[in-house]
């Protein structure tokens, strides 16, 4: 009866620790896909004429990027060690085995957005924005970013 008890105790720890680490890689997923709402689904889109300029809507994706790239460093702190399920995209091992140059990354892309901020009045400026920020991203997503499927 013990053993019963002791098997299910390390299986129930064991599943709560794959439960965790699947949080973990969730809250990086949900992190990242709100910057990309904000710089694809906004920016990107009022650049081609998908949508239409909308200046309190290019101001709001600028303070969201803004807000979320100051979260980056919180957020990959912990390596989850597997990445979301049905993802199309994770977190390289590179970014735990490269902490320093991975957390490098981030500054650019901050000071990108303060440089742009205040300054969008029409699309022409929001697309040199969406450039400039964009570049930035692609820097960290070239070496720690993974396509999936």
Not at 40 to 53: A, E, S
Not at 112 to 131: F, M, N, P, R
Request: include cysteine.
């Amino acid at each position: 009866m013990k053993r019963i008890l002791v098997v299910a105790g390390t299986l129930l720890l064991g599943a709560g620790a794959v439960m965790a680490q699947q949080e973990v890689a969730v809250q990086q997923d949900n992190l990242m896909r709100s910057q990309a709402k904000s710089l694809y689904t906004v920016i990107l889109k009022m650049t081609k004429g998908d949508i239409p300029y909308n200046q309190k809507q290019a101001d709001e994706a600028i303070a969201n990027l803004e807000a979320d790239v100051g979260k980056i460093a919180k957020t990959f702190e912990v390596n989850p060690k597997q990445d979301v399920v049905n993802a199309t995209y994770g977190s390289s091992p590179k970014v735990w085995q490269q902490k320093a140059d991975f957390d490098s990354k981030t500054p650019p892309v901050q000071k990108a957005i303060a440089e742009v901020k205040g300054k969008i009045h029409d699309v022409a400026s929001l697309k040199a924005a969406y450039t400039s920020i964009n570049d930035r991203c692609n820097d960290c997503h070239e070496t720690y970013r993974l396509k999936l499927k």
